[in-house]
């Protein structure tokens, strides 16, 4: 039964890369913008960046509406047809 689990785990990770680049991708732009138009340092940039830290202002709020509604919708969704086509080949 364990070895099943990392099997199924090792198929989703490799067909979920996609989502994950995608998530890394914004989290690197938003560090940039952070980093560059708000002269954050590096380290508060990234932190606003993965939502870890709040900054009053129009660029928080568009990054965090297009990060949180549109962005994370769509990678949540990859993520979920992933999971049940991995669960699909179980069965």
Do not use: N
Request: overall charge positive; proline content about 1%.
């Amino acid at each position: 039964m364990r070895r099943f689990f990392w099997i199924r785990l090792s198929i989703f990770l490799r067909q979920s890369r996609w989502g994950f680049a995608l998530l890394a991708l914004w989290f690197a732009l938003g560090t940039v913008a952070f980093y560059y138009f708000k002269q954050l340092s590096l380290t508060d940039a990234f932190l606003t960046a993965v939502y870890f830290r709040v900054q009053p202002g129009s660029l928080w709020v568009l990054y965090a509406f297009w990060g949180q509604c549109v962005l994370f919708g769509i990678v949540v969704s990859i993520f979920q047809h992933v999971s049940a086509s991995v669960a699909a080949l179980g069965e």
